[in-house]
């Protein structure tokens, strides 16, 4: 919501690839309720997002939230349905299907004459 940053990124999006699909498509949907009613915007930045809001003409400017705001929900929805899962849980299922065990399995005993 407040523009595309490189560690935002590479740094989590990349990282969990369902929710960073999610938000490339639900960013297109927006993009193109965006262009179909033909928002304008008085000044070319490089910044995008809720920063630019004033930047936009006052007869379109309705047209850019509600186009930020079907981005995010579209966005939110998608991943809702898509699934998301942790790095760390996939991780810990996938050494327990191939039969290592994980930190997070392992059970230490004292025994007591130690």
């Known amino acids: 919501?407040?523009?595309i940053i490189e560690p935002a990124m590479?740094?989590?999006n990349l990282?969990?690839?369902k929710p960073f699909l999610a938000a490339l498509i639900?960013?297109?949907i927006g993009g193109a309720f965006v262009c179909?009613?033909?928002t304008a915007i008085t000044s070319l930045v490089?910044?995008?997002g809720l920063m630019t809001l004033p930047l936009f003409s006052d007869?379109?400017?309705v047209y850019a939230v509600f186009g930020m705001v079907i981005s995010f929900v579209t966005?939110?929805?998608i991943t809702y349905f898509m699934g998301f899962a942790d790095e760390q849980e996939e991780h810990s299922k996938g050494a327990t299907a191939s039969g290592i065990s994980t930190a997070s399995d392992l059970v230490v005993e004292k025994s007591a004459n130690s």
């Open 10 to 12: 590479y740094g989590v």
């Open 15 to 17: 990282r969990f690839k």
């Open 1 to 3: 919501m407040l523009g």
């Open 75 to 77: 966005a939110g929805v």
């Open 26 to 28: 639900g960013g297109a």
């Open 36 to 38: 179909l009613f033909e």
């Open 46 to 48: 490089s910044l995008f």
């Open 59 to 61: 007869s379109t400017l």
